[in-house]
């Protein structure tokens, strides 16, 4: 009796981001993502490329995401971690406010809530995120976001606030690999 080998491997890839920042700086944030990430994983954002989580849709205060679970995405009790969804989320949710933002304005995420309502399993099939704003002010967005399963079935469902803020004039890039400023430990 042979039994299928344990171990798996996964090779990713991704394109460098820091040529897409200089444009924040020049055009709304409906405009960048839309010229930044059109629909695919061919250009997801590196964490996007990673969990395998892409765009597919943008309007102004809406965005809309699919990710694939897979085998990469379990915990050790036998479904996806919900650390999977709530990335899922904080994406389609910041995407969302993003799409709000003027020219040089940027965000970060404050505070993400997420509820578990169905296990995600590779059998979910392709999950979709939806995200819609609530409230986009001068320092302050909130949207809200659901994670449906290929059914339509609702998985999880979440809200976020985030900070709003202007871009510096020359905003430092994120270090390459091999860049990183982290002190070796003795």
């Known amino acids: 009796m042979t039994s299928e080998p344990r171990e798996r491997m996964l090779t990713v890839t991704w394109n460098d981001p820091r040529p897409d920042a200089a444009l924040m700086r020049r055009v709304n944030g409906l405009d960048y993502l839309r010229s930044t990430f059109p629909p695919g994983i061919e250009k997801a954002a590196p964490i996007g490329r990673l969990l395998q989580i892409y765009p597919t849709e943008f309007e102004s205060g809406f965005a809309a995401?699919?990710?694939?679970?897979?085998?990469?995405?379990?915990?050790?009790?036998?479904?996806?971690?919900?650390?999977?969804?709530?990335?899922?989320?904080?994406?389609?949710?910041?995407?969302?406010?993003?799409?709000?933002?003027?020219?040089?304005?940027?965000?970060?995420?404050?505070?993400?809530?997420?509820?578990?309502?169905?296990?995600?399993?590779?059998?979910?099939?392709?999950?979709?995120?939806?995200?819609?704003?609530?409230?986009?002010?001068?320092?302050?967005?909130?949207?809200?976001?659901?994670?449906?399963?290929?059914?339509?079935?609702?998985?999880?469902?979440?809200?976020?606030?985030?900070?709003?803020f202007d871009l510096p004039p020359e905003a430092k890039s994120p270090p390459t690999s091999g860049q990183n400023d982290v002190p070796s430990v003795p």
Request: hydrophobic share 40%; net charge positive.
């Open 65 to 164: 995401f699919e990710a694939v679970p897979a085998e990469q995405h379990y915990n050790p009790i036998g479904s996806v971690h919900g650390g999977f969804a709530a990335t899922l989320l904080d994406s389609a949710i910041g995407c969302a406010i993003h799409s709000r933002l003027a020219a040089g304005r940027s965000y970060t995420t404050l505070d993400l809530r997420v509820s578990y309502v169905k296990a995600i399993r590779i059998d979910s099939g392709p999950l979709r995120c939806e995200a819609r704003t609530l409230s986009v002010g001068a320092r302050v967005a909130t949207a809200e976001g659901r994670v449906m399963d290929r059914d339509g079935r609702l998985c999880a469902h979440g809200s976020a606030t985030c900070l709003v």
